[in-house]
């Protein structure tokens, strides 16, 4: 697989410099930013780096990696993935987790979330593509909009974090759709 180009991001399979500096981020950072953002309610067991750096070698088709590194002026600031909940009925969930703040509300985001959506409807014939988070992660909901997403499920309340409840979303898009904006967005740019 070679690199999915944007004009702030770039995708590609992580190299080692890349594995480091998120494992970093995911598991040795205690004051990571991010961590307040993407699912603080579940617990994250710390796994060694050897294994970490083990999971970057996941597939969710063959040749299709279930996760790419985003990268910012040459260097990792995030990650991109996928994983199935149900592979039997093609129900696959995606997600996108920038851990250099620096790069939060500068459309970096929305860019990495786009090429990785785009790149999987592309290469599989998956018919939809999902996400899920919660009501205080207000950014990745406007993310998810902003490419098209419609909310498909609010589960209230369920998410109990620091003495609040929180709302679990799910949203989703099918390929259709997709396809459609991309050919409209294809217009507008001509």
Known sequence: MSELDGNKVFLRQANETDIKQLYEWKYIDKHQAAKKWNAPYIEENFISFSSYQEQWLAEIFPGIPAALAIIADRQAIGYTGAYWV?????????????????????????????????????????????????????????????????????????????????????????????????????????
Do not use: P
């Not at 998410?159 to 967005?185: A, C, H, P, T, V």
């Open 86 to 190: 149900d592979a039997n009925t093609y129900w696959m969930e995606t997600g996108i987790v920038i851990y250099d703040s620096a790069y939060w509300n500068g459309g970096y985001g929305t860019e990495a979330y786009r090429l990785w959506i785009d790149y999987l409807f592309h290469y599989t014939d998956l018919h939809r593509l999902g996400m899920t988070t919660w009501s205080a992660n207000e950014r990745m909901v406007q993310v998810a909009k902003k490419l098209g997403m419609k909310e498909e499920a609010r589960i209230r309340e369920a998410r109990y974090w620091q003495g609040s409840y929180y709302d679990s979303i799910k949203m989703g898009i099918l390929r259709k759709e997709w396809e459609n904006l991309q050919s409209i967005d294809g217009q507008r740019n001509k």
